[in-house]
T-cell receptor, first 117, second 113 residues
Framework: GAVVSQHPSWVICKSGTSVKIECRSL??????MFWYRQFPKQSLMLMAT?????????EQGVEKDKFLINHASLTLSTLTVTSAHPEDSSFYIC?????????????FGPGTRLTVL | GENVEQHPSTLSVQEGDSAVIKCTYSDSASNYFPWYKQELGKRPQLIIDIRSNVGEKKDQRIAVTLNKTAKHFSLHITETQPEDSAVYFCAASIRAAGNKLTFGGGTRVLVKP
């Protein structure tokens, strides 16, 4: 089956620093990847849609200058949380859509737990 | 945009009993409805999905039904086992809108042995 990895699995950083999270599709090509944020005991909220070779599409209320997304290849998308603050602490999960084949199905990465001190 | 409501938020059942989770969606253009199981600190795992051209789908102890007219879909788990305990999320997406998934609020299921 399709496998999506994320790195790092967890990260602790100081307030004001930037953190980069990588999302990779390991055995398939993904023109589209999605970034979600999940706070404790809450649902997944879509932050942005990452399209290979073009600008990401952000959901309403998500600051594009704070959450920088780069999708430089068909297997890699990165999310950079710039000038992180404690309220950015959350579980960040990416997903990837198969380029050709299964209709609509998305495969999720294992998530990255970000803690901002 | 799409809005997905999920009920109940918590569900406690006795081992062997059935569990039913219901979701409603707002956008009639939605055409794909997956269900995910998420264990604490883990990624969501797809357990079953249904497309808008199908009314029902079953996979062993799990089944999903879709009523497009009423815009609701349900997850049915029969013969529940303790390992079914987890948080379950329904979702809906519209292919024409880039396949973005809109998730329901989740149901925390506890199966008591």
């Amino acid at each position: 089956g399709a496998v999506v990895s994320q790195h790092p699995s967890w990260v602790i950083c100081k307030s004001g620093t930037s953190v980069k999270i990588e999302c990779r599709s390991l055995d398939f090509q993904a023109t589209t990847m999605f970034w979600y944020r999940q706070f404790p005991k809450q649902s997944l909220m879509l932050m942005a849609t990452s399209n290979e070779g073009s600008k990401a599409t952000y959901e309403q209320g998500v600051e594009k200058d704070k959450f920088l997304i780069n999708h430089a290849s068909l297997t890699l998308s990165t999310l950079t949380v710039t000038s992180a603050h404690p309220e950015d602490s959350s579980f960040y999960i990416c997903s990837a859509r198969v380029l050709a084949g299964l209709y609509n199905e998305q495969f999720f990465g294992p998530g990255t737990r970000l803690t901002v001190l | 945009g799409e809005n997905v409501e999920q009920h109940p938020s918590t569900l406690s059942v006795q081992e062997g009993d059935s569990a039913v989770i219901k979701c409603t969606y707002s956008d009639s253009a939605s055409n794909y409805f997956p269900w995910y199981k998420q264990e604490l600190g883990k990624r969501p795992q797809l357990i079953i999905d249904i497309r808008s051209n199908v009314g029902e789908k079953k996979d062993q102890r799990i089944a999903v039904t879709l009523n497009k007219t009423a815009k609701h879909f349900s997850l049915h788990i029969t013969e529940t086992q303790p390992e079914d305990s987890a948080v379950y999320f329904c979702a809906a997406s519209i292919r024409a809108a880039g396949n973005k998934l809109t998730f329901g609020g989740g149901t925390r299921v506890l199966v008591k042995p």
